[in-house]
């Protein structure tokens, strides 16, 4: 697609469920980056992706939060048993290059997560 | 670790003003700075970056330029539009960061006819 693509866009989930984030990004890029945006603040680093290639996740809040991205495109991040302080915007960015590369992030919309 | 501080929102310009941004920045490496905009209803969009100190970036009319000795990235444009209101986020990344994005708060900007 033309650009980074984000789903559903909005989720609303009970306390104690599960939910699943997709994240499709540009096609051809190597890296791939989930960040979660609380309401009034800036995005906070969770987890990236070379490839296929988990090579950082020291972002994630807790072992509640798992990402994957098993043939190097999409990506999805689950979050087991949500809980209220999960609510914020998930946000996924892609850029064509790999480690070291200052390139520009493109990001998506966003998936916006209320747990009630 | 790194970090990024800008200045607290929401600022209110009229048309035509000229705008500061103030972003501060704690790096332990050599970063790279950039500033993201985020319109209303819209994904987070590069603005402008700086890979090295002294660098300018600019875009749209907005510059901003990598200042070493005061560890700063401050962003300004001399006359400012309505379509210029949205949330700006100043950001780094370095090699101690894995090159992931460190961002500030963000700064909303409104700009009134």
């Known amino acids: 697609g033309a650009g980074v693509s984000q789903s559903p866009r909005y ?42 290639a988990q090579l950082d996740k020291s972002g994630l809040p807790s072992d509640r939060f798992f990402a994957e991205r098993p043939e190097g ?10 809980q209220q302080e999960d609510s914020a915007v998930y946000l996924c960015a892609s850029s064509r290059g790999g480690l070291a590369n200052t390139g520009e992030l493109f990001f998506g919309e966003g998936s916006r997560l209320t747990v009630l | ?35 993201y905009v985020q319109y209303p209803g819209e994904g987070l969009q590069l603005l402008l970056k700086a890979t090295k100190a002294d660098d300018k970036g600019s875009n749209k009319g907005f510059e901003a330029t990598y200042r070493k000795e005061t560890t700063s990235f401050h962003l300004e444009k001399g006359s400012v539009q309505v379509s210029d209101s949205a949330v700006y986020f100043c950001a780094l990344s370095d090699r101690n960061s894995g090159y992931a994005l460190n961002f500030g708060k963000g700064t909303s900007l409104l700009v009134t006819p």
């Open chain 1, 11 to 52: 989720k609303v989930a009970k306390r104690g469920q599960d939910v699943a984030l997709r994240c499709d990004p540009i096609s051809g890029h190597v890296s791939l980056f989930w960040y979660q945006q609380a309401l009034g603040q800036g995005p906070e680093f969770l987890t990236y992706f070379q490839n296929e």
């Open chain 1, 73 to 82: 495109s999409v990506s999805t991040l689950k979050i087991q048993r949500t």
């Open chain 2, 1 to 35: 670790g790194n970090s990024v501080t800008q200045m607290e929102g929401p600022v209110t310009l009229s048309e035509e003003a000229f705008l500061t941004i103030n972003c501060t920045y704690t790096a332990t490496g050599y970063p790279s700075l950039f500033w």
